[in-house]
Nanobody
Framework: QFQLVESGGGLVQPGGSLRLSCVGS????????IAWFRQAPGKEREGLAC????????NYASSVKGRFTISKDSAKNTVYLQMNNLKPEDTAVYHC?????????????????WGQGTRVAVSP
């Protein structure tokens, strides 16, 4: 069964860090584009970072570039999102997503498979 399961969310103070995990099952993450998105209350979903299925290159939204890092561990079939210098505006539900499209430059829009999300709250 194709499944994406996120974990690692929680409450953190401004300036703090969190590492989110996205474990894939029923498929091999190396053959899929994998991305992280977030959705804050009352706001549209926002694409944050993605990693391609050609050479593992990553792409980032300008809002998180320099603070967030996407990476993967193929042996664990897991993709991570390291989030540093967190701000209150980073508060949201974070989802990972997968798509079978083969692309050297991954995008932050249409993904076929989605996880249920993990909640991140940044507050003093």
């Amino acid at each position: 069964q194709f499944q994406l399961v996120e974990s690692g969310g929680g409450l953190v103070q401004p300036g703090g860090s969190l590492r989110l995990s996205c474990v894939g099952s029923g498929f091999n993450i190396d053959y899929y584009l994998i991305a992280w998105f977030r959705q804050a209350p009352g706001k549209e979903r926002e694409g944050l970072a993605c990693i391609n299925n050609v050479d593992g290159a990553a792409n980032y939204a300008s809002s998180v570039k320099g603070r967030f890092t996407i990476s993967k561990d193929s042996a664990k079939n897991t993709v991570y999102l390291q989030m540093n210098n967190l701000k209150p505006e980073d508060t949201a539900v974070y989802h990972c997503a997968a798509d079978p499209t083969v692309a050297r430059v991954c995008g932050l829009e249409d993904y076929e498979y989605w996880g249920q999300g993990t909640r991140v709250a940044v507050s003093p």
